[in-house]
Structure formats: C-alpha cells, structure tokens
C-alpha cells in the first residue's frame, strides 16, 4: 500500500558488518566465543562446540603473535626431551666419578690429593642439578585463546568426546 519498503539486511550480511566494525584481531573469537556460550547455557553443546572451534580457527596466529598450542606442546615436549637427556648425562658422569674415586690405575687406594676438598666442578655440578622450569613463548592473544580451548573441551565433556576433551 504505500510506494515505500522496509528493507532489512539479511544476517549474513549483519554478521559482516559486525565483522568490520571492530578493529581488534580477537574481536571475531570473542564475539564467536560469547555465541558459543549461549548455546552451551542453552545445552546445545554440538552447536556450542561449533562456535568454540570456529573461535579457535579466526584467532590470530602465526609470526609475530606467538605459538601455536601445538608448536607449545611440541616445545614442551623437546624441553622435557632435552632435560631428561641432561640428567642421563649427569647420571653417568656421578657414576663414572665414583667409580673411579676409590682406586688409582694400579688398583691400590686413592689418597685425597686435592686442595682440602674445594673442586670447581663440583660447584659446576651443583647449579646443574637445580630444577629448570619450562617457560613458554607468550603469545598476544594466549589467555584469550586458552579460554576458547578450555570452553570447547567442557563442551566435549558434555558430548562424552573426553580424548578431545583431554586434547583441548
């Protein structure tokens, strides 16, 4: 009845604008991640479980932002490889030393010949054997990004995918 129409912009085009009017790197994550919640309140976990993982994958990632959690897990992986490697080494040379400490080459026992027991090496050894703590690569976005994982494997709890849940 009259000449003029309501238009009204269908929602994938809504979801563009959105999209581009926030300037932040995160701002599409966290605006999935808060969809992604309403769904679980609502106990649509697959759909939730959709909208975490969708977070996951728009996150920033690559040079200049930080690791991965999977370059993490890998580093944390080569530090624990590095470091049981480390006390191998540790372990042979303590063996080899005592070994060695009660006998001379002929056999007969060793005399104490040192300057009243003050060995450089053994102050050496003492600050290798104290723990080394692994200390992850910071990314930008990390605690951010390390909600979205924590949210999906609640969701897959919720699915009984609990090797997923691990996984996350």
Known sequence: MGGGAT??????????????????????????????????????????????TDAIDVSPMGEGMGPSGKELLKLREEFDEEQRERQAERHRRDMERRRGQGK????????????????????????EQRPVEFIPPRHTYGSKIAVYYANRAATSLHLGRHEEAIED
Request: charge should be negative; avoid cysteine; glycine fraction near 6%.
């Open 104 to 127: 001379d080459k002929d056999g007969q026992d060793k005399k104490d010949e040192d300057d009243g027991g003050n060995n450089n090496n053994d102050d050496e050894e003492e600050v």
């Open 7 to 52: 238009s009204i912009a269908p929602p994938l085009q809504k979801e563009e604008e959105h999209k581009n009017s926030d300037s932040s790197p995160i701002a599409e994550a966290e605006r999935l991640k808060e969809l992604g919640n309403n769904e679980f309140r609502q106990k649509n976990h697959l759909d939730a479980y959709d909208y975490y």
